[in-house]
């Protein structure tokens, strides 16, 4: 078998790339990888270092939007798992432009590739920003996609083209879309690595407007099982939502986080609002569950104490890339 994982020295996709190379999905055990990343700020050969040196791994240098080494990595490929994407919404609201271009033309490029190829199955890893913002409940697959975003904007228009291959092509694709993750190794621009290695060095961490927003959060890991899980089992043409189970305003991470650290709210500064920032995310996720027997397991409790001792422990990883 042969999985080409993009973006896979990403945060994500590095962690799903170690935990299938360790032996933790069991239904791809020998699989070939092959990450094609471009390696941008949020792409680092370092967190695919504990496995750098298994046979079973290649590492190519690439860029989605560029047709050309898709066509030469493509033929053979089994399985796609495509999580190679531009995906900070601050970034996407001063430089729109890119986001277009990686995850909207980026997504077609492998999706026709993919097609050209015969690939048994394509997994298209989302995000729950495409369904927009919920006052009151929560999102099932089939709500419409309302995003405020550039970020957002992009890749709703990335799920409908896989949508797309699959009603018009019959590839066999699968999209899932996430709440949103953390966990060790992610990039120190986004809220929970920020705000933790602020801390760390006992600089104050900048909240949004009221603090009032709402994520739900999830692990990694459990993110990684679920997708697996769907490329394993997950039937083409549909889509699967995966969420943590754990719903948070801003401020009352941000205290977990000052607990997690042991500072106090004098280390926190108010900042103007995001634009357009998106109120409240909520998924329903029982579709995967019952059908595919996903769960999460990571309670945030045990997963911010293990992300923190991470940060703690891992200054040469992430001190490079926050200070850049």
Request: aromatic share 8%.
């Amino acid at each position: 078998m042969k999985v080409l994982v993009t973006g896979g020295a990403g945060f994500i996709g590095s962690h799903y790339v170690r935990r299938l190379l360790a032996g933790d999905y069991p239904a791809f055990e020998g699989a070939e990888v092959v990450v094609l990343d471009k390696l941008t700020y949020a792409g680092n050969t370092e967190n695919l270092a504990e496995v750098a040196d298994d046979p079973r791994l290649r590492l190519v240098r690439g860029d989605i939007r560029d047709p050309e080494p898709l066509a030469e990595l493509m033929p053979g490929t089994d399985v796609v798992v495509h999580f190679a994407a531009e995906s900070h919404v601050d970034r996407s609201i001063t430089a729109g432009a890119d986001f277009v271009l990686t995850n909207v033309v980026g997504t077609e490029n492998l999706l026709r590739a993919a097609l050209s190829a015969g690939v048994t199955k394509f997994v298209h890893v989302s995000t729950d920003e495409v369904y927009g913002s919920i006052d009151e409940g929560s999102w099932s697959e089939d709500h419409p996609l309302e995003p405020n975003s550039p970020y957002s904007a992009s890749k709703a228009g990335s799920d409908l083209l896989a949508r797309a291959y699959h009603r018009t092509h019959e590839l066999p694709v699968c999209v899932t879309r996430c709440s949103n993750n953390y966990g060790p190794y992610q990039h120190p621009e986004k809220m929970i690595p920020l705000f933790v290695t602020n801390l760390l060095d006992g600089e104050k961490v900048p909240l949004y407007g009221d603090g009032g927003n709402i994520r739900d959060w999830l692990h990694v890991a459990d993110h990684c099982r679920g997708i697996q899980l769907v490329a394993e089992s997950g039937e083409p043409g549909e889509v699967y939502n995966i969420g943590g189970g754990t719903e948070l305003t801003n401020a009352e991470l941000t205290a977990e986080l000052l607990e997690a650290v042991g500072a106090d709210w004098s280390m926190v500064r108010p900042v103007t609002d995001r634009k357009g920032h998106d109120r409240r995310y909520s998924l329903r996720y029982d579709k995967i569950s019952t059908e595919l027997g996903y769960r999460p397991t990571v309670s945030l409790e045990e997963g911010l104490a293990e992300t923190v001792r991470w940060y703690r422990r891992n200054r040469a990883w992430w001190q490079p890339l926050k200070y850049a």
